[in-house]
């Protein structure tokens, strides 16, 4: 079903409509999620310890100005993607859709389909399969209201997240990995095959499996733990090989 959501088929391109302040505001169940990802690694119970000593509350980010809803899929995945690359807890997106196509699919699959459309490939290495283990709890709230004039439907998404990680982990994984390839001192000419063979030679002499005292701790699943850290589990080496890979330009998977 989701495949039909391809492109811009949700959200139809109109003149620019601002939702009606006097507009009865509809709020949706939430749906708690957990990473499938982490299916058998960490229980629902360790994950839930994670969200109360985070302290994350929905509403406590703020949003400045007037919100600026989506009108195309991809806009409404690119709000998602860089709150969840900023690792924010608490966070709104804002989609605005027509009102045929609202009464089709519903608030929750047009959730589910803004969400499938943050963790596309891109070349940056930060995101698409990177991004999609980063987190580990997601539960959002959709409420919507309806223009006017009852041709479309502002819908609004609050988030609460749980990650393996923060903003500042990330910022320090970027920053040492960007300097070692630096030090590998790649050029124009350097092909591929070097750049895996000289990343994967480094990752596999220089970085340690973790003891089994670190396992159950989220960051040490992390692309942080393996390069700032020097130790890490299997997952902290994919990601750390994926954004690695992606930055010099080696897609990958």
């Known amino acids: 079903m989701l495949a039909l959501f391809s492109g811009n088929v949700l959200a139809e391109e109109t003149e620019q409509y601002e939702p009606d302040p006097e507009a009865e505001v509809i709020v949706l169940d939430t749906v708690t999620q957990y990473n499938p990802e982490y299916e058998g690694v960490f229980t629902h119970e360790q994950i839930d310890a994670l969200e109360e000593q985070s302290g994350s509350k929905r509403g406590l980010t703020a949003t400045a100005g007037t919100p600026q809803y989506a009108t195309t899929l ?67 709230s959709p409420s919507y209201s309806i223009s006017e004039d009852g041709n479309y439907v502002f819908i609004t998404i609050d988030y609460l ?12 994984m970027a920053a040492y990995a960007d300097e070692l390839i630096g030090d590998f001192g790649f050029t124009r000419q350097t092909s591929a095959y070097d750049k895996i063979k000289t990343i994967y030679d480094y990752v596999i002499t220089n970085i340690r499996y973790t003891s089994d005292e670190n396992i ?21 080496y994919a990601m750390l090989l994926y954004y690695m890979f992606w930055r010099c330009g080696i897609p990958c998977r």
């Open 74 to 140: 991809a806009e409404a995945g690119a709000q998602l993607r860089s709150c969840l690359k900023a690792c924010q807890t608490s966070f709104s997106v804002y989609f605005r859709e027509t009102k045929r196509l609202f009464d089709e699919y519903g608030a929750n699959i047009i959730e589910i389909t803004i969400w499938n459309e943050a963790f596309k490939i891109t070349t940056d290495g930060r995101e698409g399969d990177y991004l999609s283990r980063t987190w580990m709890k997601r539960d959002p």
């Open 161 to 172: 997240l749980t990650y393996t990680t923060n903003a500042e982990y990330e910022r320090q």
């Open 216 to 236: 159950d701790l989220p960051l040490y699943h992390t692309a942080y733990s393996a390069i700032v850290l020097k130790e890490t589990v299997c997952e902290g």
